[in-house]
T-cell receptor, first 115, second 112 residues
């Protein structure tokens, strides 16, 4: 399978705990995106990397959220001191940026439940 | 602020009953209008990209069209397996953000 992969697929945690999610993009893609989706809503943008550089962050991304893409390949999204409002599907997407808009391909998502 | 609005929120069809989903956008300098399909508990699956008014793309029973202010996803003779949420999205204008702004989606149910 050469699509975007995410791990874990599901995570249940208690309020106040830290969680980390991983995303492996399509191998030749240099752009990687994180989105969050709650029930009945479309995905909302969180942050975006081109290679290892984090180029854009949404104001939705509070100080408790941090994302990295250390070698321009896989990425991690960490949420510290989780809150019940963090419960959502966290989606990763990747694209092959050629300037201009290119197609973002999504992974299966990580479903986070904060108790 | 750039916005994408989809209607209706939900649509129930009988198998074989054709219909259309609407996506209106307020992005200036459109750099593409994207359609995705999303099944419950899964990530969005790319369907189409449209770049200019008058453009049309087809895939099986789906056809996407684009005008200057909106896009339509036409579903011809749908089958139960077409049941899903259909999302449209658009990036910001040229030189702006690379993020996609999504609508809330249309949940399509096709009954046998």
């Amino acid at each position: 399978d050469t699509g975007v992969s995410q791990d874990p697929r599901h995570k249940i945690t208690k309020r106040g705990q830290n969680v980390t999610f991983r995303c492996d993009p399509i191998s030749e893609h240099n752009r990687l995106y994180w989105y969050r989706q709650t029930l009945g809503q479309g995905p909302e943008f969180l942050t975006y990397f081109q290679n290892e550089a984090q180029l854009e962050k949404s104001r939705l991304l509070s100080d408790r959220f941090s994302a990295e893409r250390p070698k321009g390949s896989f990425s991690t999204l960490e949420i510290q001191r989780t809150e019940q409002g963090d419960s959502a599907m966290y989606l990763c997407a990747s694209s092959f940026g050629r300037g201009g808009q290119d197609t973002q391909y999504f992974g299966p998502g990580t479903r986070l439940t904060v108790l | 602020e750039d916005q994408v609005t989809q209607s209706p929120e939900a649509l129930r069809l009988q198998e074989g009953e054709s219909s259309s989903l609407n996506c209106s956008y307020t992005v200036s300098g459109l750099r593409g209008l994207f359609w995705y399909r999303q099944d419950p508990g899964k990530g969005p699956e790319f369907l189409f990209t449209l770049y200019s008014a008058g453009e049309e793309k087809e895939k099986e029973r789906l056809k996407a069209t684009l005008t200057k202010k909106e896009s339509f996803l036409h579903i011809t003779a749908p089958k139960p397996e077409d049941s899903a949420t259909y999302l449209c999205a658009s990036p910001g204008p040229q030189g702006g953000s690379e993020k996609l702004v999504f609508g809330k989606g249309t949940k399509l149910t096709v009954n046998p």
